[in-house]
T-cell receptor, first 113, second 113 residues
Framework: KNQVEQSPQSLIILEGKNCTLQ??????????LRWYKQDTGRGPVSLTI?????NTKSNGRYTATLDADTKQSSLHITASQLSDSASYIC????????????FGSGTQLTVLP | KAGVTQTPRYLIKTRGQQVTLSCSPI?????VSWYQQTPGQGLQFLFE???????NKGNFPGRFSGRQFSNSRSEMNVSTLELGDSALYLC????????????FGPGTRLTVT
């Protein structure tokens, strides 16, 4: 069964600290993996997209890694800010159409001052 | 370029009624996908339209339907509303769909009472 599991479910950190979110998937065949940030009551916003051949991709203070062999990805946030408080969703695409996207349930990150 | 727009942003309906939600994709994007997001189930794929044709459909009952117009704008209709249909409905557009980057709208918050 194609699944995407994220951990932890929720995370609370202090402003300025770093954190790492995890994503494990069993989706096959693999096309690409995406990380989205979703603020409460808003649509998800893409942070990174990685294909099979990419190990690391950065977007400002966000760095995503992908190990296609172990089917694991992580999202590292550096020097967290209050505005980083959001849900972070890992999405894996098999191929072709949107029908083939498998969504994780997200990690709810709270950054406290 | 203007982003994906969805109307209305908030909606309250009574059980048994029907509702129509609208999505205007980014100019030039031909693919529109619809998703339902609830706290318990996360993001679930409803359907995808491309060039006025439904290309893929998720596992939702026939009460959920959609269509796409020649200008790529899309509408989603839910008939005979149930309490469980209360959710955030998101649409996403992309140039071609599938593995291309998807851009989400802000969503329509539907509450069924």
């Amino acid at each position: 069964k194609n699944q995407v599991e994220q951990s932890p479910q929720s995370l609370i950190i202090l402003e300025g600290k770093n954190c790492t979110l995890q994503c494990n998937y069993t989706v096959s065949p693999f096309s690409n993996l995406r990380w989205y940030k979703q603020d409460t009551g808003r649509g998800p916003v893409s942070l990174t997209i990685m294909t099979f051949s990419e190990n690391t991709k950065s977007n400002g203070r966000y760095t995503a890694t992908l190990d296609a062999d172990t089917k694991q990805s992580s999202l590292h946030i550096t020097a967290s800010q209050l505005s980083d408080s959001a849900s972070y969703i890992c999405v894996v695409s098999r191929s072709g159409s949107a029908r083939q996207l498998t969504f994780g349930s997200g990690t709810q990150l709270t950054v406290l001052p | 370029k203007a982003g994906v727009t969805q109307t209305p942003r908030y909606l309250i309906k009574t059980r048994g009624q029907q509702v129509t939600l609208s999505c205007s994709p980014i100019s030039g994007h031909r693919s529109v996908s619809w998703y339902q997001q609830t706290p318990g189930q996360g993001l679930q794929f409803l359907f995808e339209y491309f060039s006025e044709t439904q290309r893929n459909k998720g596992n939702f009952p026939g009460r959920f339907s959609g269509r796409q117009f020649s200008n790529s704008r899309s509408e989603m209709n839910v008939s005979t509303l149930e309490l469980g249909d209360s959710a955030l409905y998101l649409c996403a557009s992309s140039p071609e769909g599938g593995t291309y980057e998807q851009y989400f709208g802000p969503g329509t918050r539907l509450t069924v009472t």
